[in-house]
């Protein structure tokens, strides 16, 4: 089993930046893919970004592209979301998954794995 669990979330203007953490633990991740997904109140789950196992391809949602940057750490276990020109509309609480293969996924269905989310909140 893979426990993950997020941090680094809060409260920030419009234009602010923030990054949020994701620490693995249970078993080593460093062979998963690893995504972010984000769920504003009352609306689905979507995705985010991904990135593939040894980090050297990622995806993201186009309406970050450009601000949101993914990234990991295998030694640490941890996987990052660099947030920058945050706007209200980025306002959700955000989730880590992992998915056991080396390719990522930009569905729900795709990983195996979830942490309990933390909340960004973005203001005008």
């Known amino acids: 089993q893979v426990q993950l669990v997020e941090s680094g979330g809060g409260l920030v203007q419009a234009g602010g930046s923030l990054r949020l953490s994701c620490a693995a633990s249970?078993?080593?991740?460093?062979?998963?893919?690893m995504g972010w997904f984000r769920q504003a109140l009352g609306k689905e789950r979507e995705f985010v970004a991904a990135?593939?196992?040894?980090?050297?391809?990622?995806d993201y949602a186009d309406s970050v592209k450009g601000r949101f940057t993914i990234s990991r750490d295998n030694a640490k276990n941890t996987v990052y979301l660099q947030m920058n020109s945050l706007k209200p509309e980025d306002t959700a609480v955000y989730y880590c998954?992992?998915?056991?293969?080396?390719?990522?996924?930009?569905?729900?269905?795709?990983?195996?794995?979830w942490g309990q989310g933390t909340q960004v909140t973005v203001s005008s």
């Open positions: 998954a992992a998915r056991n293969r080396f390719s990522y996924g930009s569905t729900i269905n795709d990983y195996d794995y």
């Open positions: 249970g078993r080593t991740v460093s062979s998963y893919a």
């Open positions: 990135v593939k196992w040894s980090g050297a391809s990622t």
